[in-house]
């Protein structure tokens, strides 16, 4: 394999790994945040305690979520050294800007918040935690602003041979980003609810430390559901710009081959990419991939024979990971709406929470698919339709590139390992006692 | 001059850098030295638990600002040092993990393997960091189109190495001080006697530092220019003997305060050298990357100034409230606490 190969695998393996544990801390920050505000309203105690249970779940996740990242902005410059020249003037600046407003931010507090417990008032304290989550929030925004910019690049002139910012405003407030930022960070906390959820779960069917779970599953699901159900409305928005500025990447996320107006969709279908066709395809329904593209059942949609071969992504893998995330998305939002009705007879539905407790994996499979179809959808491009991937890659040795992803992939997975076994055990230990330390306000 | 602004920036951020992550990489690489058994080991680890995380995003920062102000050379300086950089990076991430991960479990094998993370994942980037530098301060082999044109051994030159040691030895100093500010009792003593021990080689190596900076590269040509530059090194000389003064006192943070001044004032000797060039090439003048052709647009400069002068001072603000609101002296009742990762 050459450098541009393993460099394309060390960045799957670095940013695979560094997304299982992002997605949890952007949301569970809120949700701890909101389980210490409301001890400091109420003085409820339990409150408190959940805070610290989910907040120790929290740690290990934000820790090893921070320490990857620095992986990521580094490896712009180590494997994809042509197009950080290429795009620095702009991508550099929206990683730069991240660092400082939201890296800071979080990781200060965040340290605040775990030492802080008696040398805060419960009112600062608790504000600690809020910085975090907006924190966590805000370098989610900035990361996916520059992520969105390698989808649909804006504000930009190409002057001495690289792209040059001409307008900062363009790129922070393309619609693209904003649709990306929601429906990435409403993912997240889809995921984070039904994280929460999953473990309640485990200790209801258990019967232990009821009052405690009771609150934590309800609090959990009034979160995943409200952003299940916006995220089927928000979804459809988001792939309509995907429609208009990416047809690429729409026609091999619908696997679709052939230019036509009143373009069907197929209920199930199996891509045959060679043969530049479908193997499969059953269960049509009329017009509906124009309606959802374009809001006309009329609607041309471009197929990918439209487009010069080496200007198609690969389409099964889009394809497949475009169904397995719209699928799932509806499964969350039918789990919620069940769950609303279930709140208040949960001890009695242990098939929902045995339900509930091994769907915990499906958010993360979620996320992840929904990433292959954002960054595979957008190949052969970095940036779509300015610069391709096989330019971009750093003048190294394939043996330097070997031998570093061999080290990820060992130090990523005894890390992942570990990470595992620390979450399982917190999670079965349930809430520890207060213990009593002197000068403890209750 | 918005070039030459952002190249003191980078300078700067480079140096708070290691100023403060010095000491937890300097202490985490001589735990091994300083502390005798697991509770000394956890109030080791609680000294720089409320910092560290902290402390390394000036790393980020500093490696995004490269990016955004200079984004040329943060390619080729980025892919140049492809291992070197790797190894930092694993050494971070293994020692990073550690503070959270080491008193989850217990059990001494599990604390131990976590243990050993900290001390070669804090060794290794205090040593690599100057040899890096080093190198920087020297000259890398970059040819046509900065392309890099060295090995993977090219790194391992004799000022390369002097830099490691020199990096190496400020770290621990800084580090052996921080644990005499922040304990009491034996650990403060030991602190204290490693800082004493430390001390003579540092000063040994600096001065060697300083003479061969003057044989290898062409750093004192900026000072040769304008001789007022001369305080940097200057300042950098008197904090290295105040760090003997005020430990010769037993005055704890300000030793460890010209330590930091020391660091500070080393890095912008270099840097100031270095200017306008943020990669000199060993090859050919010509193909050097300098202020003029690998920096950023102006738009770009000056958007980044604003968010830089606007967003730093506020960093600066609460991170130096945080080290007051944790400024009192870690006991061994804190380790039964509930404040602990």
Same mark, same amino acid.
């Given at each position: 394999?050459?450098?541009?190969?393993?460099?394309?695998?060390?960045?799957a393996?670095?940013?695979?790994?560094?997304?299982i544990?992002?997605?949890?801390?952007?949301?569970?920050?809120?949700?701890?945040?909101? @389980?210490?505000?409301v001890?400091?309203?109420?003085?409820?105690?339990?409150?408190?305690?959940?805070?610290?249970?989910?907040?120790?779940?929290?740690?290990?996740?934000?820790?090893?979520?921070?320490?990857?990242?620095?992986t990521?902005?580094?490896q712009?410059?180590?494997?994809?050294?042509?197009?950080s020249?290429?795009?620095?003037d702009?991508?550099?600046?929206?990683?730069?800007?991240?660092?400082?407003? $939201?890296?800071?931010?979080?990781?200060?507090?965040?340290?605040?918040?775990?030492?802080?417990?008696?040398?805060?008032?419960p009112?600062?304290?608790?504000?600690?935690?809020?910085?975090?989550?907006?924190?966590?929030?805000?370098?989610?925004?900035?990361?996916?602003?520059?992520?969105?910019?390698?989808?649909?690049?804006? =504000?930009?002139t190409?002057?001495g041979?690289?792209?040059?910012?001409?307008?900062?405003?363009?790129?922070?407030?393309?619609?693209f980003?904003?649709?990306? #930022?929601?429906?990435?960070?409403?993912?997240?906390?889809?995921?984070a609810?039904?994280?929460?959820? =999953?473990?309640?779960?485990?200790?209801?069917?258990?019967?232990?430390?009821?009052? #405690?779970f009771?609150k934590?599953?309800?609090?959990?699901?009034?979160?995943?559901?409200?952003?299940?159900?916006?995220?089927i409305?928000?979804?459809?928005?988001?792939?309509?710009?995907v429609?208009?500025?990416q047809?690429?990447?729409?026609?091999?996320?619908?696997?679709?081959?052939?230019?036509?107006?009143?373009?069907?969709?197929?209920? #199930?279908?199996?891509?045959?990419?060679k043969?530049?066709?479908?193997?499969?395809?059953?269960?049509?329904?009329?017009?509906?991939?124009?309606?959802?593209?374009?809001?006309?059942?009329?609607?041309?949609?471009?197929?990918?024979?439209?487009?010069?071969?080496?200007?198609?992504?690969?389409?099964t893998?889009?394809?497949?990971?475009?169904?397995?995330?719209?699928g799932?998305?509806?499964?969350?939002?039918?789990?919620? *709406?069940v769950?609303?009705?279930?709140?208040?007879k949960?001890?009695?539905?242990?098939?929902?929470?045995?339900?509930?407790?091994?769907?915990?994996?499906?958010?993360?499979?979620?996320?992840?698919?929904?990433?292959?179809?954002?960054? !595979?959808?957008?190949?052969?491009?970095?940036?779509?339709?300015? @610069?391709?991937?096989?330019?971009?890659?750093?003048?190294?040795?394939?043996?330097?590139?070997?031998?570093?992803?061999?080290?990820?992939?060992?130090?990523?997975?005894?890390?992942?390992?570990?990470?595992?076994?620390?979450?399982?055990?917190?999670?079965?230990?349930?809430?520890?006692?207060?213990? $009593?330390?002197?000068?403890?306000?209750? | 001059?918005?070039?030459?602004?952002?190249?003191?920036?980078?300078g700067?951020?480079?140096?708070?850098?290691? %100023?403060?992550? =010095?000491?937890?990489?300097?202490?985490?690489?001589?735990?091994?030295?300083?502390?005798?058994?697991?509770?000394?080991?956890r109030?080791?680890?609680?000294?720089?638990?409320?910092?560290?995380?902290?402390?390394?995003?000036?790393?980020?920062?500093?490696?995004? !600002?490269?990016?955004?102000?200079f984004?040329?050379?943060?390619?080729?300086?980025?892919?140049?040092?492809?291992?070197?950089?790797?190894?930092?990076?694993?050494?971070?991430?293994?020692?990073?993990?550690s503070?959270?991960?080491?008193?989850?479990?217990?059990?001494?094998r599990?604390?131990?393997?976590?243990?050993?993370?900290?001390?070669?994942?804090?060794?290794l980037?205090?040593?690599?960091?100057?040899? $890096?530098?080093?190198?920087?301060?020297?000259?890398?082999?970059?040819g046509?189109?900065?392309?890099?044109?060295?090995?993977?051994l090219t790194?391992?030159?004799?000022?390369?190495?002097a830099?490691?040691?020199?990096?190496?030895?400020?770290?621990?100093?800084?580090?052996?001080?921080?644990?005499? *500010?922040k304990?009491?009792?034996?650990?403060?003593?030991?602190?204290a006697? %490693?800082?004493?021990?430390?001390?003579?080689?540092?000063?040994?190596?600096?001065v060697?530092?300083?003479?061969?900076?003057?044989?290898?590269?062409?750093?004192?040509?900026?000072?040769?220019?304008?001789?007022v530059?001369?305080?940097?090194?200057?300042?950098?000389?008197?904090?290295?003997? @105040?760090?003997r003064?005020?430990?010769?006192? $037993?005055?704890w943070?300000?030793?460890?305060?010209?330590?930091?001044?020391?660091?500070?004032?080393?890095?912008?000797? =270099?840097?100031?050298?270095?200017y306008?060039?943020?990669?000199?090439?060993?090859?050919?003048?010509?193909?050097?990357?300098?202020?003029?052709?690998?920096?950023?647009?102006?738009?770009?400069?000056?958007? @980044?100034?604003? !968010?830089?002068?606007?967003?730093?001072?506020?960093?600066?603000?609460?991170? *130096?409230?945080?080290?007051?609101?944790?400024?009192?002296?870690?006991?061994?009742?804190?380790?039964?606490?509930?404040?602990?990762?």
């Amino acid at each position: 394999m050459d450098a541009l190969m393993l460099s394309r695998l060390q960045f799957a393996v670095a940013t695979f790994f560094h997304f299982i544990f992002v997605p949890l801390t952007l949301g569970l920050s809120i949700l701890i945040a909101i @389980m210490e505000t409301v001890y400091v309203r109420t003085g409820d105690e339990d409150y408190r305690r959940m805070a610290r249970f989910w907040g120790r779940l929290f740690i290990i996740n934000f820790a090893i979520g921070v320490l990857t990242g620095i992986t990521l902005e580094f490896q712009f410059g180590t494997n994809w050294s042509r197009y950080s020249r290429y795009v620095g003037d702009i991508f550099g600046s929206l990683l730069a800007i991240e660092a400082t407003l $939201a890296f800071f931010l979080e990781s200060t507090f965040l340290a605040v918040w775990i030492f802080g417990w008696n040398r805060l008032s419960p009112r600062l304290h608790n504000l600690s935690i809020w910085l975090v989550a907006l924190a966590s929030n805000l370098s989610a925004l900035w990361i996916l602003i520059a992520n969105s910019w390698m989808q649909h690049p804006v =504000g930009y002139t190409i002057r001495g041979g690289r792209a040059e910012l001409s307008d900062f405003l363009a790129i922070v407030t393309q619609p693209f980003a904003i649709q990306q #930022f929601f429906h990435t960070v409403s993912g997240a906390y889809i995921l984070a609810g039904f994280f929460v959820m =999953g473990i309640s779960a485990y200790h209801l069917l258990r019967r232990q430390h009821i009052a #405690f779970f009771t609150k934590s599953f309800r609090m959990a699901l009034i979160f995943a559901l409200i952003f299940s159900l916006a995220e089927i409305v928000q979804g459809h928005i988001h792939g309509g710009e995907v429609a208009k500025i990416q047809p690429t990447k729409l026609a091999a996320m619908e696997s679709h081959w052939e230019s036509q107006t009143g373009a069907p969709m197929w209920l #199930f279908l199996i891509p045959d990419e060679k043969n530049e066709r479908n193997l499969v395809e059953w269960g049509r329904i009329p017009g509906a991939l124009s309606m959802l593209a374009y809001h006309s059942s009329q609607a041309l949609v471009k197929g990918l024979k439209d487009f010069p071969k080496d200007e198609r992504p690969p389409v099964t893998l889009t394809f497949v990971a475009f169904r397995t995330m719209v699928g799932l998305g509806f499964l969350f939002a039918l789990l919620t *709406v069940v769950g609303w009705f279930k709140r208040n007879k949960l001890l009695e539905s242990p098939g929902f929470l045995k339900v509930m407790l091994y769907a915990i994996p499906l958010p993360y499979i979620a996320l992840q698919a929904g990433w292959i179809v954002t960054e !595979v959808g957008r190949q052969p491009w970095i940036v779509y339709g300015l @610069m391709k991937t096989t330019d971009a890659v750093s003048p190294i040795a394939a043996s330097q590139v070997g031998v570093s992803l061999g080290a990820f992939i060992l130090v990523y997975s005894l890390l992942g390992a570990a990470a595992f076994y620390l979450m399982i055990r917190y999670a079965r230990l349930g809430p520890q006692p207060l213990p $009593a330390a002197a000068g403890e306000e209750v | 001059m918005l070039g030459t602004i952002w190249f003191i920036l980078w300078g700067v951020l480079w140096a708070v850098y290691f %100023m403060l992550d =010095g000491y937890d990489l300097g202490l985490g690489a001589l735990m091994p030295f300083l502390a005798k058994n697991d509770t000394e080991r956890r109030l080791i680890y609680r000294t720089m638990g409320p910092h560290w995380d902290g402390n390394e995003v000036w790393l980020i920062t500093a490696g995004g !600002v490269t990016f955004a102000a200079f984004p040329t050379a943060y390619a080729v300086m980025f892919s140049g040092l492809y291992s070197a950089l790797m190894l930092i990076l694993f050494a971070l991430i293994l020692r990073g993990i550690s503070f959270a991960f080491r008193d989850a479990v217990d059990h001494p094998r599990w604390k131990s393997i976590w243990d050993w993370c900290l001390i070669l994942g804090s060794f290794l980037p205090a040593l690599l960091f100057g040899v $890096a530098f080093a190198n920087l301060f020297q000259g890398i082999p970059i040819g046509a189109g900065g392309i890099f044109q060295g090995g993977l051994l090219t790194l391992i030159n004799p000022y390369g190495l002097a830099g490691g040691l020199l990096f190496l030895l400020l770290f621990t100093v800084h580090g052996s001080l921080w644990l005499a *500010v922040k304990t009491e009792g034996d650990l403060q003593q030991r602190g204290a006697a %490693m800082a004493r021990r430390l001390w003579p080689w540092l000063l040994i190596m600096a001065v060697l530092f300083l003479l061969s900076t003057q044989r290898l590269t062409f750093l004192y040509d900026n000072y040769l220019a304008q001789p007022v530059l001369f305080l940097i090194p200057a300042v950098a000389v008197a904090a290295l003997i @105040m760090i003997r003064v005020f430990l010769g006192k $037993a005055q704890w943070w300000k030793a460890w305060f010209a330590s930091a001044a020391t660091i500070v004032a080393t890095t912008l000797f =270099g840097v100031v050298g270095l200017y306008p060039d943020l990669l000199k090439s060993s090859l050919d003048p010509a193909y050097s990357l300098n202020i003029y052709n690998a920096s950023s647009s102006p738009l770009t400069l000056k958007i @980044m100034l604003v !968010v830089a002068l606007t967003f730093v001072p506020l960093v600066i603000a609460y991170q *130096v409230w945080v080290h007051w609101l944790f400024k009192d002296k870690v006991r061994e009742q804190d380790l039964g606490h509930e404040e602990a990762y």
